[in-house]
Nanobody, 123 residues
């Protein structure tokens, strides 16, 4: 079904900001919950944030809720993750995902995944 692609990762100094983007290279995001997850080497995949496409309800992990913001642009078929005040512990591959479980924080409940984009935060 829907095919996803992420962009916007890179190398940033601690305290800096990045905005990640996710869009459908095939299909549309209508009807999905869209989630952001991250995974550092040797670590379990971690929930970051999620948003419902229809009404824009959001859920953000406690570890990043004061620094990260998830949003979407229905007209542009785009999901964003604004990351501010980045820390070295935020270093990970960030994945965009789509699923039908509303605002789920469980990566196993998402069915479509992008290829990931690397975020590296230096000290």
């Amino acid at each position: 079904q829907v095919q996803l692609v992420e962009s916007g990762g890179g190398l940033v100094q601690a305290g800096g900001s990045l905005r990640l983007s996710c869009t459908a290279s095939r299909g549309t995001l209508s009807g999905y919950t869209m989630g952001w997850f991250r995974q550092a080497p040797g670590k379990e995949r971690e929930f970051v944030a999620a948003i419902t496409w229809s009404r824009g309800g959001t859920r953000v992990a406690d570890s990043v809720k004061d620094r990260f913001t998830i949003s979407r642009d229905n007209a542009k078929n785009m999901v964003y993750l604004q990351m501010d005040d980045l820390k070295p512990d935020d270093t990970a591959v960030y994945y965009c995902a789509a699923g039908y479980y509303v605002l789920s924080n469980n990566h196993r409940q998402y069915t479509n995944w992008g290829q990931g984009t690397q975020v590296t935060v230096s000290s």
